[in-house]
């Protein structure tokens, strides 16, 4: 299982998103999965994935980083950000630091060795604010690919993974996740599938069921209330998926938990 910390690239200037993407980041155990080149499409972007590190510009068009950051931490008070800019300025990182950012690199031909501890003092953070691995060591990728080595999993299928993980209680489609990612659905499908030998649909239906199992297991919700929670608008339709993952429907899956429940009160 994977424990790649996720890292969002925001910058207006695309020679300094390219060289950050070309880093190996891979030494600080962690992987880009999107960016960004103004701070109002980067908030949306990042509302949608869900990165736990943010390399963020200062000055960009639309909004600059230090509004980005303020909204950003309204969704995501656990995101980690990271402040790029051309030149020291005492103002903003005074700012920064009000808002809770983690740092401050000055761009330049050696970025990596400003980045990389930063990158690490966010893995100590995430890990102590949430007491448990890292966001994606609860991907439960184990079923999608027989092999021990996920690092080797391609960038938009993190990518794609952590949109759905973060997202399946909406109503989402393939042609919500690529437009997260910015890459065609088509080719997003046949990429996925040949990943990970299961479909993007597959995936979404499987963790929905995965969830759904938790609720009846653990909540007195109603089926289609839970079909509701799990992103699941037809009643009918989550009772025959239901049935097709798990082999009984989730009143029998519920009745047959209790009568287990209550079979180990008595003994």
């Given at each position: 299982?994977?424990?790649?910390?996720?890292?969002?690239?925001?910058?207006?200037?695309?020679?300094?998103?390219?060289?950050?993407?070309?880093?190996?980041?891979?030494?600080?155990?962690?992987?880009?999965?999107?960016?960004?080149?103004?701070?109002?499409?980067?908030?949306?972007?990042?509302?949608?994935?869900?990165?736990?590190?943010?390399?963020?510009?200062?000055?960009?068009?639309?909004?600059?980083?230090?509004?980005?950051?303020?909204?950003?931490?309204?969704?995501?008070?656990?995101?980690?950000?990271?402040?790029?800019?051309?030149?020291?300025?005492?103002?903003?990182?005074?700012?920064?630091?009000?808002?809770?950012?983690?740092?401050?690199?000055?761009?330049?031909?050696?970025?990596?060795?400003?980045?990389?501890?930063?990158?690490?003092?966010?893995?100590?953070?995430?890990?102590?604010?949430?007491?448990?691995?890292?966001?994606?060591?609860?991907?439960?990728?184990?079923?999608?690919?027989?092999?021990?080595?996920?690092?080797?999993?391609?960038?938009?299928?993190?990518?794609?993974?952590?949109f759905i993980e973060n997202n399946y209680t909406d109503k989402i489609t393939i042609s919500d996740i690529a437009e997260a990612i910015s890459i065609s659905p088509d080719y997003l499908g046949k990429l996925f599938k040949s990943e990970t030998g299961i479909s993007i649909t597959?995936?979404?239906?499987?963790?929905?069921?995965?969830?759904?199992?938790?609720?009846?297991?653990?909540?007195?919700?109603?089926?289609?209330?839970?079909?509701?929670?799990?992103?699941?608008?037809?009643?009918?339709?989550?009772?025959?998926?239901?049935?097709?993952?798990?082999?009984?429907?989730?009143?029998?899956?519920?009745?047959?938990?209790?009568?287990?429940?209550?079979?180990?009160?008595?003994?």
């Amino acid at each position: 299982m994977s424990n790649l910390l996720t890292l969002f690239i925001l910058d207006d200037e695309t020679p300094i998103r390219e060289e950050i993407k070309s880093i190996d980041w891979s030494c600080v155990q962690a992987t880009v999965i999107g960016e960004a080149a103004n701070g109002k499409d980067g908030l949306k972007k990042c509302r949608q994935l869900c990165p736990d590190i943010v390399i963020a510009d200062i000055e960009m068009p639309l909004m600059n980083g230090l509004e980005f950051a303020e909204e950003l931490k309204k969704t995501n008070p656990n995101a980690q950000i990271i402040f790029l800019s051309s030149h020291t300025n005492f103002y903003y990182a005074q700012k920064g630091i009000s808002l809770g950012v983690l740092g401050y690199v000055i761009k330049n031909l050696c970025m990596e060795q400003d980045l990389f501890p930063l990158i690490k003092k966010a893995a100590q953070n995430l890990h102590t604010m949430r007491g448990l691995e890292l966001r994606h060591s609860n991907l439960n990728l184990s079923f999608l690919v027989n092999q021990s080595d996920h690092t080797s999993l391609r960038p938009e299928i993190y990518m794609t993974l952590h949109f759905i993980e973060n997202n399946y209680t909406d109503k989402i489609t393939i042609s919500d996740i690529a437009e997260a990612i910015s890459i065609s659905p088509d080719y997003l499908g046949k990429l996925f599938k040949s990943e990970t030998g299961i479909s993007i649909t597959h995936y979404l239906n499987e963790l929905r069921i995965k969830k759904a199992i938790m609720l009846l297991e653990n909540t007195n919700l109603k089926v289609y209330e839970i079909a509701q929670h799990v992103g699941i608008e037809s009643y009918r339709y989550f009772t025959i998926t239901f049935r097709k993952i798990t082999g009984k429907s989730p009143t029998d899956y519920r009745r047959k938990d209790k009568q287990s429940e209550e079979f180990r009160d008595v003994f």
